[in-house]
């Protein structure tokens, strides 16, 4: 990995220091996010921000989330799961951008199907995870309320855009006991997590205010429609 081992090792640091004074418990994710080296997802010219507990731009007025909500939403995805490594077979994750929280939730599935509605961010967020030598996500260029595959089950769906009610077809994809973690909302927002309990029974439960960009439907060849 290039630029990744103990490049920026202090900023590092604190930032899992934050997480934790802000609540982040989960070792599993902890050690997640300090494996990822974030300012391999931005330019060059943000890198001395990259470790900060902000929200960056990323371009096509999209951004890379904050380090704090990359943490909260994996924290939630695996919180019925107790093991270390690689604890689902398969995850789908919507609006990836830059592929930052796909590598996070790299180390916690066997795979990672990731969708962008982005083409150019879908371009970038490849060329990222291969810099980090990550060959589990595969990225597609699509519109994460349809274009995912109908039949398959998914251990966990992580939606990193909001919006104004959770799609109801996400729950047809996860198998039980699998969480969609979702923001949702318009001007005000919050964090949902919807658990499948089984086909006739879900458990919704919401959490912090948070600021997504909201999902947009459709999908866009070159950015300039959002
Ligand atoms: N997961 C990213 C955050 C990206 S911001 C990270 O790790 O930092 C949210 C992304 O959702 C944007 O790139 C936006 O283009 C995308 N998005 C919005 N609506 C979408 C939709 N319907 N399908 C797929 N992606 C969508």
């Known amino acids: 990995m290039t630029n990744s ?14 997480l934790l004074d802000l609540g982040i418990k989960d070792f599993r994710v902890l050690d997640a996010i300090s494996q990822i080296p974030r300012h391999i997802f931005l330019d060059e010219a943000l890198w001395s921000r990259a470790y900060e507990n902000r929200s ?14 990359v943490a909260k939403m994996t924290e939630l995805l695996v919180s ?3 093991s270390r490594g690689k604890v689902f077979e398969s995850i ?3 609006g990836s951008g830059c592929g930052y929280q796909s590598a996070v939730l790299s180390i916690f599935s066997e795979e990672v199907h990731a969708i962008e509605r982005i083409k150019p961010l879908v371009q970038k967020s490849r060329e990222n995870l291969s810099k980090l030598k990550i060959n589990n996500v595969l990225v597609k260029h699509g519109d994460g309320y349809q274009d995912w595959e109908k039949e398959k089950k998914y251990d966990g769906i992580i939606c990193a855009a909001a919006p104004r009610e959770y799609p109801n077809d996400l729950i047809s994809l996860l198998s039980n006991d699998a969480k969609l973690v979702i923001p949702v909302g318009g001007t005000t927002q919050k964090l949902n997590m919807i658990t499948k309990i ?7 439960e919401e959490f912090d205010d948070v600021s ?6 459709g999908k866009s060849e070159d950015g300039n429609d959002v």
Do not use: C, W
């Open 80 to 82: 019925h799961t107790k």
């Open 212 to 217: 997504f960009v909201p999902m947009l439907a």
């Open 92 to 94: 789908l994750e919507i």
């Open 198 to 204: 089984n086909k006739d029974e879900i458990k919704e």
């Open 5 to 18: 081992g103990f490049t920026f090792r202090r900023v590092r640091e604190e930032l899992i220091e934050t």
């Open 56 to 69: 960056l731009t990323i371009g096509y007025r999209q951004t890379i989330s904050q380090p704090y909500i």
